[in-house]
């Protein structure tokens, strides 16, 4: 299907969320508001143990955004608090993004695919004593299994366990290939929801916002 097929038959059909605001409970730690966007949690859970394997990926989270060139003290993992409070929705300026936990079993409606932007390191396979950090940007597909607030070293972080999707890119078309492993992420990596739909032989596509696909679309016409 044509990048602008796509997007005409999520929007048509009501895959693309449209936003809304609420005066409901809300939460939003010290931290999670600047110039572009107020980060807020609605929907409130109880509070949680952590699984075995939830543990070991939240504690490596906190391992590589707390490391100072490659180095991170474990002994403060020691003692962190292996429970978490649960939320289903997370609010960002005017967008609400959802969690797989908070979906209705039949809902037509996806909202907690999105794409996120992290950082990565791209000399990360080259030793810390060798080379210097080179940091870029990189988008992410996910989808959002529920969210949390977490103590950690004296403050509450705000943060979501994902699901992360193997993507490939054809003629700026984003092709979900599968999944690939989960983790957690502090919500301020969320960029935008994403809608989910059929394309030609079985194959599904991710749909981003417009502005970031006719972007994608361009890129792609300029590579030919």
Same mark, same amino acid.
């Given at each position: 299907?044509?990048?602008?097929?796509?997007?005409?038959?999520?929007?048509?059909?009501?895959?693309?969320?449209?936003?809304?605001?609420?005066?409901?409970?809300?939460?939003?730690?010290?931290?999670?508001?600047?110039?572009?966007?107020?980060?807020?949690?609605?929907?409130?859970?109880?509070?949680?143990?952590?699984?075995? !394997?939830? =543990?070991? %990926? @939240?504690?490596?989270?906190?391992?590589? #955004?707390?490391?100072?060139?490659? /180095?991170?003290?474990?002994?403060?993992?020691?003692?962190?608090?292996?429970?978490?409070?649960?939320?289903?929705?997370?609010?960002?300026?005017?967008?609400?993004?959802?969690?797989?936990?908070?979906?209705?079993?039949?809902? !037509?409606? =996806?909202? %907690? @695919?999105?794409?996120?932007?992290?950082? #990565?390191?791209?000399?990360?396979? /080259?030793?810390?004593?060798?080379?210097?950090?080179?940091?870029?940007?990189?988008?992410?597909?996910?989808?959002?299994?529920?969210?949390?607030?977490?103590?950690?070293?004296?403050?509450?972080?705000?943060?979501?366990?994902?699901?992360?999707?193997?993507?490939?890119?054809?003629?700026?078309?984003?092709?979900?290939?599968?999944?690939?492993?989960?983790?957690?992420?502090?919500?301020?990596?969320?960029?935008?929801?994403?809608?989910?739909?059929?394309?030609?032989?079985?194959?599904?596509?991710?749909?981003?916002?417009?502005?970031?696909?006719?972007?994608?679309?361009?890129?792609?016409?300029?590579?030919?």
């Amino acid at each position: 299907m044509h990048q602008h097929q796509l997007v005409n038959f999520a929007c048509k059909f009501g895959m693309v969320p449209v936003s809304k605001r609420s005066d409901e409970e809300s939460f939003t730690a010290e931290g999670y508001t600047n110039e572009w966007a107020v980060y807020s949690f609605l929907s409130k859970k109880g509070r949680r143990a952590l699984t075995p !394997t939830q =543990l070991m %990926h @939240l504690q490596r989270h906190y391992k590589t #955004i707390f490391a100072v060139d490659g /180095v991170f003290d474990d002994r403060k993992l020691v003692e962190m608090d292996k429970y978490i409070q649960i939320w289903h929705r997370c609010r960002v300026g005017r967008e609400e993004f959802h969690c797989r936990e908070y979906e209705q079993p039949k809902a !037509t409606r =996806l909202n %907690h @695919l999105a794409c996120i932007t992290e950082w #990565i390191d791209l000399n990360a396979r /080259v030793s810390y004593q060798k080379r210097p950090e080179k940091m870029a940007s990189q988008p992410e597909y996910v989808y959002i299994q529920f969210y949390g607030v977490h103590q950690f070293e004296g403050r509450a972080r705000m943060v979501m366990y994902s699901e992360y999707r193997k993507v490939e890119i054809h003629n700026g078309l984003v092709e979900d290939m599968g999944s690939r492993f989960y983790g957690f992420q502090d919500v301020q990596v969320l960029d935008h929801l994403c809608a989910r739909v059929p394309g030609a032989g079985n194959k599904i596509y991710f749909v981003d916002d417009r502005i970031t696909m006719e972007g994608r679309l361009r890129h792609a016409l300029r590579a030919r």
